[in-house]
């Protein structure tokens, strides 16, 4: 019985592993961690950067996996948040960049003046889009 759990443990970490190595990719050839690196200038950082995708991920894994309960405060969970959603901006704007959505929309639509606007509303009406979605959805769970 105990070669059952052994071999659903490795199959499972292998997967986890092929998942995330995919994920992984992605971020990377969409360009987000670049970008981040280029417009911050820290390129001397590299190492750090791909250490912090890293074990991101592989904390990600572990606490979606065991679901630990850690008895933090409100300000821990505000900050997981607000990171959670800047990673998440930072990869949906970076992937509309990569597939040409922007100008290829404000050529259609005509718009030469105020991008940066339209940019900062669309990002506001996400965020207060999901501020609305978390606080009246997420308490019927």
Same mark, same amino acid.
């Given at each position: 019985m105990w070669i059952k759990q052994i071999f659903l443990g490795f199959l499972g970490l292998a997967s986890?592993?092929?998942?995330?190595? &995919?994920?992984?990719?992605?971020?990377?050839?969409v360009g987000v961690?670049? +970008?981040? @690196?280029?417009?911050? +200038?820290t390129a001397a950082?590299?190492?750090?950067?791909?250490?912090?995708?890293?074990?991101? &991920?592989?904390?990600?894994? @572990?606490?979606?996996?065991?679901?630990?309960?850690?008895?933090?405060?409100?300000?821990?969970? @505000?900050?997981?948040g607000l990171s959670a959603g800047i990673f998440t901006g930072c990869l949906s704007v970076a992937l509309a960049e990569i597939l040409n959505t922007f100008?290829?929309?404000f050529r259609r639509f005509g718009i030469k003046e105020g991008l940066s606007w339209i940019m900062v509303f669309m990002a506001l009406g996400k965020?207060?889009?999901?501020?609305?979605?978390?606080?009246?959805?997420?308490?019927?769970?």
């Open positions: 986890g592993t092929a998942v995330s190595a &995919g994920v992984f990719s992605f971020i990377i050839s961690v670049p +970008r981040i @690196i280029g417009k911050s +200038r950082d590299i190492m750090a950067y791909e250490n912090a995708v890293l074990l991101g &991920g592989a904390f990600g894994n @572990i606490l979606s996996l065991f679901s630990p309960g850690f008895p933090v405060g409100i300000w821990v969970v @505000i900050l997981f100008p290829i929309m965020m207060m889009g999901a501020f609305y979605f978390y606080a009246n959805h997420m308490q019927k769970m």
